[in-house]
T-cell receptor, first 115, second 114 residues
Framework: GNSVTQMEGPVTLSEEAFLTINCTYT??????LFWYVQYPGEGLQLLLK?????DKGSNKGFEATYRKETTSFHLEKGSVQVSDSAVYFC??????????????FGTGTLLAVQP | GAGVSQSPSNKVTEKGKDVELRCDPI?????LYWYRQSLGQGLEFLIY????????KSGLPSDRFSAERTGGSVSTLTIQRTQQEDSAVYLC????????????FGPGTRLLVL
């Protein structure tokens, strides 16, 4: 079945460091891929998405490129800030797996940015 | 409203009691989803509504769980005879039919079963 694997956390970085959070997926069909973020005490927010191979999603300085050949969707940011501290979830939606479009999530990666 | 709202935000109940969790989706969003976020299982899909019908209930963990949606808007998730393993954050999300995969989440209901 469809699944998402993302790197274990926590990831601890200093402010202005480069961030990579790895995400790989297994899916039948052609999923759309997402990164969601959950700030402390808040709900899930969509950070970025990509709907087909080689698409790049970007938002708030974060980027991720849909790589079909490596089945990956790694999240990157060139210079993190303390305010980026949150839990990041990689997810997929299989558009061809029926009409549901339910999201399948990875386990989440906690990012802690220190000043 | 501006976003998905859920109530209550927190619920503490005793084992064996029934609970009802409510979700108000974004106005005009015909697709509605329930997910559960727990320490042991991560984020799991529970049920999907399109309008008032639920074509996908595959994530409901047992027959103690049920959900309904009325008027194509508000949804209620009911857990009967709650167990301690039901303790989790229950999340609701909604989306437009034309863009179902882009889902907007509510703040969740934190359920604690004692």
């Amino acid at each position: 079945g469809n699944s998402v694997t993302q790197m274990e956390g926590p990831v601890t970085l200093s402010e202005e460091a480069f961030l990579t959070i790895n995400c790989t997926y297994t899916a039948t069909g052609y999923p759309s891929l997402f990164w969601y973020v959950q700030y402390p005490g808040e709900g899930l927010q969509l950070l970025l998405k990509a709907t087909k191979a080689d698409d790049k999603g970007s938002n708030k300085g974060f980027e991720a490129t849909y790589r079909k050949e490596t089945t990956s969707f790694h999240l990157e940011k060139g210079s993190v800030q303390v305010s980026d501290s949150a839990v990041y979830f990689c997810a997929l939606s299989d558009r061809y797996g029926g009409a549901t479009n339910k999201l399948i999530f990875g386990t989440g990666t906690l990012l802690a940015v220190q000043p | 409203g501006a976003g998905v709202s859920q109530s209550p935000s927190n619920k503490v109940t005793e084992k064996g009691k029934d609970v009802e969790l409510r979700c108000d989706p974004i106005s005009g969003h015909t697709a509605l989803y329930w997910y559960r976020q727990s320490l042991g299982q991560g984020l799991e899909f529970l049920i999907y509504f399109q309008g008032n019908s639920a074509p996908d209930k595959s994530g409901l963990p047992s027959d103690r769980f049920s959900a309904e949606r009325t008027g194509g808007s508000v949804s209620t998730l009911t857990i009967q005879r709650t167990q301690q393993e039901d303790s989790a954050v229950y999340l609701c999300a909604s989306s437009r039919t034309s863009e179902k995969e882009t889902q907007y989440f509510g703040p969740g209901t934190r359920l604690l079963v004692l």
